[in-house]
T-cell receptor, first 111, second 113 residues
């Protein structure tokens, strides 16, 4: 049973248009969430960490967390072709031994 | 600014061989993680060390996978014996403390024939 599910699997947007990615989880009363980006052949790069309901902004990346609806999203403002990558959502509980990743959303930004 | 380093970047092994992957975490970080990444399963946690103590041994991966942290700046992941289904990217990550952000290495791409 997948504890973290991401949608869509792939997304294509034009340069400058907002990109929105979604992540739903099975339970999250005490979980923390992070969004990572992975360019092809590279490791993961953290974008945003969010620990409480509401919004967290890091540059062009904004995460929204709603624990009641078991949902966390990532919005990318003014995406550029260099943002083309796989975006991964991850959740960890306070014990930290359980750390789950979604399978990712492949984003393509076309000029 | 040294991040997480992993060697080798690519490895090709015959079925049944023993392979050892290496990882150097960010200097000063206390937590170290090994993950396996495949298209089908995504990222799966293999091992987790806190201050060199093994906290999580990956459950289903225990039989052929063994991670060790010989000192605070070096870890190995041994796969013995390798099977074709082990073909994947193996990622190492480190973090300063519990709940802190994990910093990932570039990974080792393993192909088992």
């Amino acid at each position: 049973q997948q504890k973290v599910q991401q949608s869509p699997e792939s997304l294509t947007v034009s340069e400058g248009a907002m990109a929105s990615l979604n992540c739903t989880f099975s339970d999250g009363t005490s979980d923390n969430f992070r969004w990572y980006r992975q360019h092809s052949g590279k490791g993961l790069e953290v974008l945003v960490s969010i620990f409480s309901d509401g919004e967290k902004e890091e540059g062009r990346f904004t995460a929204h967390l709603n624990r009641a609806s078991l949902h966390v999203s990532l919005h990318i403002r003014e995406p550029q072709p260099s943002d083309s990558a796989v975006y991964l959502c991850a959740k960890s509980n306070t014990g930290y031994q359980n750390f789950y990743f979604g399978k990712g959303t492949s984003l393509t930004v076309i000029p | 600014d040294a991040g997480v380093t992993q060697t080798p970047r690519h490895e090709v092994a015959e079925k049944g061989q023993t392979i050892i992957l290496k990882c150097e975490p960010v200097s000063g970080h206390n937590d170290l993680f090994w993950y396996r990444q495949t298209k089908i399963q995504g990222l799966e946690l293999l091992s987790y060390f806190r201050s060199k103590s093994l906290m999580e041994d990956g459950g289903a991966f225990k039989d052929r996978f063994k991670a060790e942290m010989l000192n605070s700046s070096f870890s190995t992941l041994k796969i013995q014996p390798t099977e074709p289904k082990d073909s994947a990217v193996y990622l190492c990550a480190s973090s300063l403390f519990q709940q802190d952000t994990q910093y990932f290495g570039p990974g080792t791409r393993l192909l088992v024939l």
